[in-house]
Every structure is written in structure tokens, then in C-alpha cells.
């Protein structure tokens, strides 16, 4: 199985709030033995130090990194009304993200043009970006997630397995497309 590394942001400014993403890295693991390592994070320097972290060679076999924040267009929004910018993950994870694949699990951040999200893939090395195109409802969202989670376990990590995996994201994605505008980019599209 393929691991899921998950950065999870503050969904709330009140921290009674429970809202959280790791029931359903919890109900995966429980249901398909997918493996995953969780943290919070409110900072830019907790997200620069967990993603360095996953970047490490002992954390191979979590090749899914999910980024499940509020965004917008080109941005991570943080607890502290803090941003942080694709450019800046593009440039933190430079060439360090070879068969790995990055789920943006936040609003609005992946509405760019294609060519600026290949060239994300380009600076990166992944295989794949996914993530929305406008601002969605949260629960929806979730689980709209966890069913392309589970899908990325059964397809080998390479530029010919991204294309069967895009297949079934898309077939997936079909009945949410017009309410989630959910769009994935693959490191195939790079050479076409």
C-alpha cells in the first residue's frame, strides 16, 4: 500500500471546533491498510519542517502527500491569516518528489492555468497534482477525497501507471465534476 502523508491545517478559529480529515485517513487505514502519518499545522515554518520531513528517504513509502487547508487560487491559507504560496512549495520541494503524487485538499488553490501547474510538476518531480478549481463544501470535499485516496492505492507509481490512475480519478470525479471542480495534472501531460 501506498502511505498518505497528510498536513492538515485549522479548519476554525474556535479550537472547540472539531473538524478534521484524519477520521477519514483513520477509516482508510481501518478499511483498505492504507498507512498514514498525520500533523496539524498553523505555520508556515510547521509546514516547511513537516514537508522537509516527508522528503526524507525513511518516508518512501508515503509517496501521497495530502494538504488538506483552507486556500485559494495559488495559496494555502494558515491558521494565523498566513499564506502559503505553491511558488513556495514549488520551490521547497525542488526535484525531491520523483514517484510521489500532492493532493490539495483546499479551496480554490489549484485555479491556474495548466501550464503553471506543469511547471509545478516540472520544479517538483511529481507524478501528479491534484486539487479544486473553486470554493467547495467541506463535507462533500472530505469524502470526495478519501474515495481518490483509496484509488491511488491499486496502480503502480510511474509516468505509465499516473495515466490508468488519472482514469479512475476522472470516472470518480465525473459525478462530483460540476459541484467540485476537482482537476488532476500529471507528470505524463509534461511530455505531451
Known amino acids: 500500500m501506498k502511505g498518505i502523508y497528510c498536513l492538515e491545517g485549522i479548519w476554525d478559529e474556535d479550537l472547540r ?6 477520521p477519514i485517513l483513520e477509516l482508510l ?11 496539524s499545522c498553523a505555520t508556515k515554518e510547521e509546514i516547511e519542517f513537516f514537508v522537509n520531513k516527508w522528503t526524507q528517504r525513511k518516508y518512501h513509502k508515503y509517496p501521497i502527500l495530502y494538504l488538506a487547508f483552507h486556500g485559494e487560487k495559488n495559496f494555502l491559507l494558515l491558521g494565523n491569516k498566513e499564506t502559503y504560496s505553491l511558488d513556495d512549495l514549488a520551490e521547497l520541494l525542488a526535484g525531491k518528489c520523483g514517484n510521489s503524487i500532492i493532493i490539495f485538499g483546499s479551496c480554490s488553490t489549484l485555479a491556474l492555468r495548466k501550464n503553471y501547474l506543469k511547471k509545478f510538476l516540472d520544479k517538483t518531480g511529481s507524478l501528479a497534482i491534484g486539487g479544486y ?15 481518490i485516496l483509496s484509488e491511488m492505492q491499486d496502480n503502480e507509481y510511474t509516468k505509465r501507471g499516473i495515466s490508468s490512475l488519472e482514469k479512475k480519478v476522472n470516472a470518480i470525479a465525473r459525478k462530483f465534476r460540476d459541484e467540485l471542480q476537482f482537476r488532476m495534472v500529471t507528470a505524463k501531460e509534461l511530455t505531451a
Open 17 to 22: 471546533e472539531k473538524s478534521s480529515v484524519k
Open 29 to 39: 487505514h481501518c478499511n483498505r491498510y492504507i498507512d498514514h502519518i498525520y500533523h
Open 133 to 147: 478549481q473553486k470554493d467547495v463544501a467541506w463535507l462533500p470535499s472530505v469524502a470526495f477525497e478519501m474515495l
